[in-house]
C-alpha cells in the first residue's frame, strides 16, 4: 500500500519570502500522479499543482513549485512571494495512474502560518 | 459553472442516531469519491463511484457505512448508530472519467453527541 508523509506539522513564513513544504511517499508503482492541495478554514480543498511521475520536469504554477525527486520519492512544494493568502493547511496527495478507483491518499498536512 | 456542493454543512446528532450525507458532484463528471477527514488528520478514501460500475467500497471502516449514487448525479452516504468516533468532517469530491484532477466540496462536519 502506498503511504505519503509529511513530517513537518506547521512552519511559518514572512509575507514576501519563499517557504519549502517537505512530503516524502512510498511506492512500488512507476507510474502515478503527485498532488499538492491547499485548505483554507473554510475546508474546501483547493489543487494547488499536480505532477506525474513520468515527467521528468517539475511543475509550476506562478508562485507555486514542486521538486520532484523520483528516485528519492520526494515532493516538495516551493511557495515563492508568500502572501497571507497562502495561509492554510497543506496536503500532500497520491494516485495510482494504475487504473481501478483512482483513489488519493493524503498525508496528514501542514498548517503554514504566513506573518504579516 | 457550479462546483460541488454538500449538505448540510453541519450536523449534530446523538450517538445511535442514523445520519445521511448529500453529495451533489460537477455536472459531468462521472466518478463521485466519499473521504472522512477526522481533526487534525488528512484524509481517509471511504467510497469510490464510476458511472454505473460496482463501486470501490475498500475504505468504508464498518458495515454501519454504506452509500449510493443515482446514475451519475447525487450521492448520499449513510452513517447507521452514529458513533462518537465517527465525528469528523465528511469531504466528497468528483471528476471527469479521464479526468486527472478531483474537485472537492466544502464537506459537512459531523458531531456525534
Known amino acids: 500500500a502506498q503511504t505519503v508523509t509529511q513530517s513537518q506539522p506547521e512552519m511559518s513564513v514572512q509575507e514576501a519570502e519563499t517557504v519549502t513544504l517537505s512530503c516524502t511517499y512510498d511506492?512500488?508503482?512507476?507510474?502515478?500522479?503527485l498532488f499538492w492541495y491547499k485548505q483554507p478554514p473554510s475546508r474546501q480543498m483547493i489543487l494547488v499543482i499536480r505532477?506525474?511521475?513520468?515527467?521528468?520536469q517539475n511543475a509550476t504554477e506562478n508562485r507555486f513549485s514542486v521538486n520532484f525527486q523520483k528516485a528519492a520519492k520526494s515532493f516538495s512544494l516551493k511557495i515563492s512571494d508568500s502572501q497571507l493568502g497562502d495561509a492554510a493547511m497543506y496536503f500532500c496527495?497520491?494516485?495510482?495512474?494504475?487504473?481501478?478507483?483512482?483513489?488519493?491518499?493524503f498525508g496528514k498536512g501542514m498548517k503554514l502560518t504566513v506573518n504579516p | 459553472g457550479a462546483g460541488v456542493s454538500q449538505s448540510p454543512s453541519n450536523k449534530v446528532t446523538e450517538k445511535g442516531k442514523d445520519v445521511e450525507l448529500r453529495c451533489d458532484p460537477i455536472?459531468?463528471?462521472?466518478?463521485l469519491y466519499w473521504y472522512r477527514q477526522r481533526l487534525g488528520q488528512g484524509l481517509e478514501f471511504l467510497i469510490y463511484?464510476?458511472?454505473?460500475?460496482?463501486?470501490?467500497k475498500s475504505g468504508l471502516p464498518s458495515d454501519r457505512f454504506s452509500a449510493e449514487r443515482t446514475g451519475e448525479s447525487v450521492s448520499t452516504l449513510t452513517i447507521q448508530r452514529t458513533q462518537q468516533e465517527d465525528s469528523a468532517v465528511y469531504l466528497c469530491?468528483?471528476?471527469?472519467?479521464?479526468?486527472?484532477?478531483?474537485?472537492f466540496g466544502p464537506g459537512t462536519r459531523l458531531l456525534v453527541l
Open positions: 463511484f464510476q458511472g454505473n460500475s460496482a463501486p470501490d
Open positions: 511506492t512500488s508503482e512507476s507510474d502515478y500522479y
Open positions: 469530491a468528483s471528476k471527469t472519467y479521464l479526468g486527472e484532477t478531483q474537485y
Open positions: 505532477q506525474e511521475a513520468y515527467k521528468q
Open positions: 455536472s459531468g463528471h462521472t466518478a
Open positions: 496527495a497520491y494516485r495510482s495512474a494504475n487504473g481501478g478507483s483512482e483513489k488519493l491518499v
